[in-house]
């Protein structure tokens, strides 16, 4: 298994550019979610989903679109993109939530590291 | 709001010595607690705590919940420079398990 990838691996985008960055797991993990994570602030959650067709929002949804067409990808759409938006973005997957058991545990991809100008 | 805390935010020991850290937690739906290892890339996997008391262990690193008094501790014995990393704590929340995050403890083990 691959695991979780994402790609691309540093991107650098100008003001009001969209862009999307891709996030893929081999593992058939039916939950999967996108977070952010910037200096002194920890990672935290922009979107979710629970499964194909159902995604939800996190804590920092604003700026960011998401969709889950099938089980392996879930991709994060930049709209307009923003300096705000420079950070570093994981894509975590599991097998299941919401059990409070091992197969909640996430697993998280390498990353991409973002920056706009 | 949900609040993970995490302390201390910083710590350098030296090979050999014994630290632990701590992680707070005020969450609504409590379902589990994660601790995870962050390098220089990737959060990776440690633990995953459901139960008040009971003692998770892997090598030299072990992790325990009171759910009473809201808090978990990661003790990390015989450090070694290998050790050295951000430790995030995390609390799993709701149907959707949905993490929230402390800001992290940064180690440094030196020699």
């Known amino acids: 298994n691959a695991g979780v990838t994402q790609t691309p691996k540093f991107q650098v985008l100008k003001t009001g550019q969209s862009m999307t960055l891709q996030c893929a797991q081999d593992?058939?993990?039916?939950?999967m979610s996108w977070y952010r994570q910037d200096p002194g602030m920890g990672l935290r959650l922009i979107h979710y989903?629970?499964?194909?067709?159902?995604?939800d929002q996190g804590e920092v949804p604003n700026g960011y679109n998401v969709s889950r067409s099938t089980t392996e990808d879930f991709p994060l759409r930049l709209l307009s993109a923003a300096p705000s938006q420079t950070s570093v973005y994981f894509c975590a997957s599991s097998y299941s939530s919401g059990s409070g058991g091992p197969r909640d545990t996430q697993y998280f991809g390498p990353g991409t590291r973002l920056t706009v100008l | 709001e949900d609040k993970v805390v995490q302390s201390p935010l910083s710590l350098v020991v030296h090979e050999g010595d014994t630290v632990t850290l701590n992680c707070s937690y005020e969450?609504?739906?409590?379902?589990?607690l994660l601790w995870y290892k962050q390098e220089k890339k990737a959060p990776t996997f440690l633990f995953m705590l459901t139960s008040s008391g009971i003692e998770k262990k892997s090598g030299r690193l072990s992790s325990i919940l009171d759910k009473k008094e809201l808090f978990s501790i990661l003790n990390i014995t015989a450090t070694q420079t290998g050790d050295s990393a951000i430790y995030l704590c995390?609390?799993?929340?709701?149907?959707?398990?949905?993490?929230?995050f402390g800001t992290g403890t940064r180690l440094q083990v030196t020699l």
């Open positions: 989903s629970v499964g194909a067709g159902i995604t």
């Open positions: 969450v609504t739906n409590f379902r589990s």
């Open positions: 995390a609390s799993s929340t709701g149907t959707a398990s949905k993490l929230t």
């Open positions: 593992m058939n993990h039916e939950y």
